[in-house]
């Protein structure tokens, strides 16, 4: 079992950032991260491929949103600018340790074997 320790989350106003981090106890293939809304389904945000770092974002984070990892410490950071109101959502963080990753498929939920709890983020317009 990997264990998912996510944290950076918080309250910002609009037009400021904020990174996340998502620590994870072992190693894994692919790490991404989703978000979800009051009221809202869950969103892809943003994956990365641990191997060669390949990288797949969502359509309404493009361009805002960066995902990194660092692989001495297994964390996946979301480095997050632009911030708007819409954004405000818990993000949670997700792991893939088993299996072929295809980086376009990271955007799909089912994909991921472990969860973190989630994190709040706020922006406040």
């Known amino acids: 079992q990997v264990q998912l320790v996510e944290s950076g989350g918080g309250l910002v106003q609009t037009g400021g950032s904020l990174r996340l981090s998502c620590a994870a106890s072992?190693?894994?293939?692919?790490m991404g991260w989703f978000r979800q809304a009051p009221g809202k389904e869950r969103e892809f945000v943003a994956a990365?491929?641990?191997?060669?770092?390949?990288?797949l974002y969502g359509d309404s984070v493009k361009g805002r949103f960066t995902i990194s990892r660092d692989n001495d410490r297994n964390t996946v950071y979301l480095e997050m600018n632009s911030l708007k109101p819409e954004d405000t959502a818990v993000y949670y963080c997700?792991?893939?340790?088993?299996?072929?990753?295809?980086?376009?498929?990271?955007?799909?939920?089912?994909?991921?074997?472990?969860w973190g709890q989630g994190t709040q983020v706020t922006v406040s317009s």
């Open positions: 997700a792991a893939k340790t088993r299996g072929l990753v295809i980086t376009d498929r990271l955007a799909v939920g089912a994909q991921y074997d472990h």
């Open positions: 072992g190693r894994t293939n692919a």
């Open positions: 990365i491929r641990w191997s060669d770092g390949r990288t």
